[in-house]
């Protein structure tokens, strides 16, 4: 049996107990609502995390890079949604070969992004299913509400396609300022999406799919009415920015990085193994934090590459001791990665591998 103590810093670890949890309460409300649950795989790249979250009844996954598609396909999955734009040579060849393989929905928002695919697929005699992505507030990808029946209208016209219907990522409601407006806010998202899915339906579309992601907006935008499916992705393990925007508590985050203090040569700051290689580089400016340290009180304010850099004005850390810290932001973290401990209590479990990397 090897103990947490005993692995190399830094080292990136898993609750099991934090992680079952998460995935199971999701799991719980998706399907008392009735709601597909399509999880985003992005912020475990990790097969074993992602079993787990089909074993509780997610439909399918969500991917963000051809990697991550390439990868789930190859472990047997098939139904899988990209949603990002698949642009240029490199990514139109890979979709109709995805689609080839089977079971590939990709997300497009434009004519510009749509017919070069339409005549790649045409030409190798495939038909690319697709939903409109459409922009609810984030302003990110996505077609303007006003621009959906007609830009459905002409995408669903090209041959090698088929539109299945329409996706939003809310990634606006980060911004709101407090936890009501953040809930008004994911509504309005999901009720938005219905209705102009509704339209299309009225046009002669057929549509199966209305789909919401995020995981501030996963208790709100998926069940307002005529939302099939949400693909909140952090909630798997939570961070400290879903802290910040009142998703979860330190409590229910499940990822965090164990590293060592390596020295205290100027009193109260002590300095860890932790960097921003270890950390990913997403800062919580306003809170001067670069991750949020598990049962203590003790602050990591700046990071170099390897070096991180706590502020401990009780001088209660010590060269040789072990923090754990809850990172900002746990996609960008599992990025940094290629491998992590799943750990219960104090005891390392196994060692999982981390996938579909850039
Ligand atoms: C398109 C899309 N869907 C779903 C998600 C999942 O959102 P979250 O990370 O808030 O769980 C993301 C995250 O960036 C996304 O870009």
Redesign the pocket.
Known sequence: MTLIPELPTPSLLVDLDRLERNIARMAGTFAAAGVGLR??A??SKCLEVVRRQLGAGALGM?C?TPAEVAWLQAAGLRDLLW??APVGPPKVAFVIDAVRTGGLTV?LDSLEAAAPLSAAAHAAGVTVPFVL?VNTGHA??GVDPEHVPATAAALAALPGLRLRGL?T?E?HL?TMPDRPSLEAAGRSAGALLARLADGLRAGGHDIDVVSV??????TSAPFAAGVTEG?????VYYDAN?IRLGSCTIDDCALSVLARVVSVQRAGRPIIDAGIKAMSSDTIAAAGSVGRLLDSDVRFVDANEEHGFLLDPAASLTVGDLVRIVPNHA?GTTNMWSHLYAVRGDEVVERWEISARY
């Open positions: 999880p985003h992005k912020t969500t963000s949603a990002h997300a992505e990110r990808l996706l990522h990634g980060a992601g995020s995981t501030p907006g996963a693909r909140p992705g952090t909630y879903q996609c």
